[in-house]
């Protein structure tokens, strides 16, 4: 079973690959495709995620690799833009530093590089264990939904979904994978000249705006914008200003 991913828009426009977050899958992009329609937009499931929960492990060099295939085998010109977010852009990082020839422009969205006490000491399989057991209780999964900030029911439904399907071990992976992804490819991205948009929003924690500006500096080609009153939901709470940065970005406007 190949990962899963879906197609829209004009084929033959430029591609533009949108790569989720942890957790959750490729519906989360629905306002962007929306957007984005007179282009053509890719929108993978990463490896146990969304419909591809059964195919992994999860790793973040594979997802690249993944994502790499995917551009030379769907794309008209063996090239795409590429937008990532939270985990998805670090994914963005990982495919800079293999295959920056398949890459017209990247967005990378609060990719955390630097580390979190907090998270340090709750990963354990025991931490995972308990996590996805309080998983399968409907009123911690709407308590989830609502800190993501879904508001409408479709979102809602897609979150408690995707949330149910995670396991103690994808869980534990899924974290397992940025601890050991926890440094920037600083040498493998000097050769990474691809024109990067590196974001992070205002209220997001300070180790994200500390991260971004560590992108910045290691990619030859970049620049790093802090989105005002954004946390980390800003793709789809400020899909607006997100999507707007995205177009002039792409189209050399910034």
């Given amino acids: 079973m190949a990962m899963y991913f879906e197609e829209t828009g004009n084929k033959s426009m430029p591609s533009i690959v949108f790569i989720h977050g942890g957790g959750i899958s490729g519906w989360i992009w629905h306002k962007q495709v929306e957007h984005f329609s007179d282009y053509h937009c890719l929108v993978p ?51 800079l530093a293999r295959r920056p020839d398949l890459v017209d422009h990247a967005v990378v969205a609060s990719a955390l590089y630097r580390p979190m006490y907090l998270l340090s000491l709750v990963h354990t399989p025991f931490i995972y264990k308990l996590s996805a057991a309080m998983l399968r209780n409907k009123a911690i999964l709407s308590f989830i939904a609502k800190q993501f900030k879904f508001l409408d029911k479709v979102s809602i439904e897609n979150c408690l979904a995707d949330f149910r399907r995670l396991t103690a071990d994808s869980l534990y ?21 691809v024109p990067t948009l590196i974001l992070a929003g ?53």
């Avoid at 591809?52 to 795409?80: M, V, W």
């Avoid at 992108?215 to 980390?232: F, Q, Y």
Wanted: hydrophobic content about 35%; overall charge neutral; charged content about 25%.
């Fill in 202 to 254: 205002e209220k997001e924690p300070k180790a994200m705006k500390q991260s971004a500006a560590d992108i910045v500096e290691a990619l030859p080609r970049s620049r790093g914008i802090i989105i005002n009153g954004a946390d980390h939901t800003y793709p789809w709470t400020a899909s607006n200003k997100f999507n707007d940065l995205i177009r002039m970005w792409i189209n050399d406007k910034i």
């Fill in 45 to 95: 499931d990463l490896p146990e995620h969304g419909k591809s929960i059964y195919e992994g492990p999860f790793n973040l060099r594979d997802c690249a690799d993944r994502i790499a295939e995917l551009i030379e085998n769907t794309t008209n010109h063996r090239k795409a833009h590429v937008v990532g977010h939270s985990l998805g852009g670090k994914v963005v990082i990982e495919l």
């Fill in 173 to 193: 992976r899924l974290y397992d994978q940025l601890y050991q992804f926890g440094k920037i490819p600083i040498f493998e991205l000097k050769h990474a000249n």
